[in-house]
């Protein structure tokens, strides 16, 4: 009840300073630099005036699991404020690839021959390359996005001689019900023999073991802006 009183915009800046808090300990913990991970602020389901407190308070790196949402709601906030990076960190419908390459900064959520393909198709007509991660499927779950672990190599290799692309990252999701280090170990395996050197793993409840496990990047929504009403998945 006290929580509906206070203003939500305050309440996602403090929560805000308040991760950046836990994301300087965990690296300083696990012997990591200062600033080695960024902090995706994942922004899906909620309105440019709650994300602009938050851009206000020097947050640059969002995360958006919607196109057609995150197209709707960030040219205004981009505008505003210049050195946005925006992430898509949702699937990606091939239908989708021309505006998704055109629109974000990152997409972290290549998974599947066909998306790259088409990726690699958009990247060439639009000559703008957003940063591209794979995403793996690291519990093979099967209403999961993401590649099989067991076939990321192959389609990392094909992504990257086939297709030339540049991938520079690898994006996990762990299943809900189990411990996530065993997840975010085999993530950072797969990326140490593909030379791969940005580990997108670990969300509000789990950054830190992330962080502890190597991730360069954390993305966490509901820890700083509170929980979604709506469905996001
Ligand atoms: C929603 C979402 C997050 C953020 O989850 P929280 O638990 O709210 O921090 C991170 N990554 C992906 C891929 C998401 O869809």
Same mark, same amino acid.
């Given at each position: =009840? ?10 996602? /800046?403090?929560? !805000?300073? #308040? ?7 965990? #690296?300083?913990?696990? +012997?990591?630099?200062? +600033?080695?991970? %960024? ?5 899906? %389901? ?16 969002? +995360? #958006?699991?919607? /196109?057609?949402?995150? =197209?709707? &709601? ?6 505003? %404020?210049?050195?946005?990076?925006? $992430? ?20 972290? %959520?290549?998974?599947?021959? &066909?998306? @790259? ?36 190599? #192959? ?17 996990? *999701? ?8 065993? $997840?975010?170990? !085999? !993530? ?12 997108? =793993?670990? =969300?509000?409840?789990?950054?830190? *073991? @992330?962080?502890? !496990? +190597?991730?360069? $990047? ?16």
């Amino acid at each position: =009840m006290a929580e509906e009183n206070v203003q939500p915009q305050q309440g996602a /800046v403090a929560r !805000l300073a #308040e991760i950046r808090g836990r994301i300087a300990r965990a #690296e300083a913990d696990a +012997g990591r630099a200062p +600033g080695s991970v %960024t902090l995706v602020c994942v922004s899906k %389901t909620f309105d440019a005036e709650v994300i602009r407190p938050v851009i206000a308070a020097g947050q640059r790196v969002f +995360g #958006e699991n919607r /196109v057609q949402e995150a =197209m709707g &709601k960030w040219p205004a906030l981009r505008a505003e %404020t210049p050195g946005i990076e925006l $992430h898509l960190i949702g699937p990606l419908q091939s239908n989708k690839a021309r505006e998704a390459a055109q629109f974000f900064d990152v997409i972290e %959520t290549v998974d599947r021959e &066909k998306i @790259a393909v088409a990726l690699a198709k958009e990247i060439v007509a639009l000559d703008r390359a957003p940063k591209l991660y794979v995403q793996v499927n690291t519990g093979a779950e099967p209403q999961k996005a993401g590649i099989l672990p067991g076939q990321a190599d #192959e389609f990392i290799a094909f992504c990257r001689n086939d297709l030339k692309l540049d991938i520079s990252g690898l994006m996990c *999701i762990p299943p809900v019900n189990e411990q996530a280090a065993p $997840h975010f170990a !085999l !993530l950072n395996k797969i990326a140490a023999r593909n030379a791969i050197r940005i580990l997108s =793993m670990g =969300m509000s409840s789990d950054f830190e *073991i @992330a962080i502890e !496990l +190597g991730a360069t $990047h954390v993305r966490v929504g509901s820890a700083i802006f509170g929980e979604r009403k709506m469905s996001s998945n």
